[in-house]
């Protein structure tokens, strides 16, 4: 086994990016207050292939030093939209035909891999402010939240990470 080289990856051009059919999921971040979270988001948006990412409230917006060092460019291929308050984003979403989700731990949630709509499109994905989640207001806007299952102490993930958990779920189950 070895690893393989850039050249073997066959990355595509930022041009060939934009070109490509997306995964019909778009992911909605939440005042987020780390602009290196929001980097981060970009740069899975781009692994996977998500078709956009709409950044709410105070969400750092491209172009911001921290999200250009952890995105490493995504922030120049991956659709991007902002709006000041979730609900125009939602409302925008639905009127596409969207299913709308909050991903947080609430009454009644979906757990990610017990849940069949992972395969139906379009999709949009809430993610929320580091410290307090997605706002009760977004999820009452929402058809329901999908939770990630967590057996340790902690019961929180990092947003980069819960978006890479998420997200990874959502294409895998396509792939299928």
């Given at each position: 086994?070895?690893?393989?080289?850039?050249?073997?990856?066959?990355?595509?051009?930022?041009?060939?990016?934009?070109?490509?059919?997306?995964?019909?999921?778009?992911?909605?971040?939440?005042?987020?207050?780390?602009?290196?979270?929001?980097?981060?988001?970009?740069?899975?948006?781009?692994?996977?292939?998500?078709?956009?990412?709409?950044?709410?409230?105070?969400?750092?917006?491209?172009?911001?030093?921290?999200?250009?060092?952890?995105?490493?460019?995504?922030?120049?291929?991956?659709?991007?939209?902002?709006?000041?308050?979730?609900?125009?984003?939602?409302?925008?979403?639905?009127?596409?035909g969207y299913r709308v989700f909050a991903v947080e731990q609430a009454e009644n949630s979906i757990a990610?891999?017990?849940?069949?709509?992972?395969?139906?499109?379009?999709?949009?994905?809430?993610?929320?402010?580091?410290?307090?989640g997605v706002e009760q207001a977004t999820i009452g806007e929402c058809e329901g939240c999908i939770e990630?299952?967590?057996?340790?102490?902690?019961?929180?993930?990092?947003?980069?990470?819960?978006?890479?958990?998420?997200?990874?779920?959502?294409?895998?189950?396509?792939?299928?």
């Amino acid at each position: 086994m070895r690893k393989l080289s850039m050249d073997e990856l066959g990355r595509m051009s930022p041009e060939e990016f934009r070109q490509a059919s997306k995964i019909p999921v778009v992911v909605v971040l939440e005042n987020i207050r780390s602009a290196y979270n929001v980097g981060s988001v970009f740069r899975t948006c781009d692994a996977f292939l998500i078709e956009a990412i709409y950044l709410i409230g105070y969400t750092g917006c491209p172009p911001h030093k921290e999200i250009r060092k952890t995105a490493l460019g995504a922030e120049e291929t991956v659709t991007w939209k902002h709006f000041a308050r979730s609900s125009e984003a939602i409302g925008e979403l639905k009127a596409a035909g969207y299913r709308v989700f909050a991903v947080e731990q609430a009454e009644n949630s979906i757990a990610l891999h017990k849940t069949a709509l992972l395969t139906e499109a379009p999709l949009a994905v809430i993610f929320g402010n580091e410290v307090t989640g997605v706002e009760q207001a977004t999820i009452g806007e929402c058809e329901g939240c999908i939770e990630i299952p967590q057996l340790g102490m902690k019961h929180s993930l990092n947003i980069a990470t819960a978006a890479g958990v998420v997200l990874w779920e959502l294409v895998r189950s396509r792939l299928d």
